[in-house]
Nanobody, 123 residues
Framework: VQLQAYGGGLVQAGGSLRLSCAAS????????MGWFRQAPGKEREFVAG????????HYTDSVKGRFTISRDNAKNTLYLHMNSLKPDDTAVYYC?????????????????WGQGTQVTVSS
């Protein structure tokens, strides 16, 4: 199983980025997918999740209204559209796959992880 996250970069506050996560080696449509992030000196935190069917999504409060998670099961790809970025969004962003379609926000419930992509938001 491989999850390849990409699309990070340096952006000014108020800007936008789109992260992608290409999945291989698993039946992508059978997995709940999530994005997590980890800032320097902080624990990894849940950002957004999307159920297998793509209908149900959920977000941490700090990104609601600014970030949108989506998936294309035909392309085995997960996305995170990030708008109105803030310096506090600076972190390494990880995509993850969970065999449990419960909408978990906990890292322990995710079976596979990507390598992370750096997002830096300057003020």
């Amino acid at each position: 199983v491989q999850l390849q996250a990409y699309g990070g970069g340096l952006v000014q506050a108020g800007g936008s980025l789109r992260l992608s996560c290409a999945a291989s080696g698993l039946t992508f449509s059978n997995y709940h997918m999530g994005w997590f992030r980890q800032a320097p000196g902080k624990e990894r935190e849940f950002v957004a999740g999307i159920r297998r069917t793509t209908i149900n999504t959920h977000y941490t409060d700090s990104v609601k209204g600014r970030f949108t998670i989506s998936r294309d099961n035909a392309k085995n790809t997960l996305y995170l559209h990030m708008n109105s970025l803030k310096p506090d969004d600076t972190a390494v962003y990880y995509c993850a796959a969970s065999a449990y379609d419960s909408g978990s926000i906990y890292s322990r419930d995710y079976n596979y992880w990507g390598q992370g992509t750096q997002v830096t938001v300057s003020s």
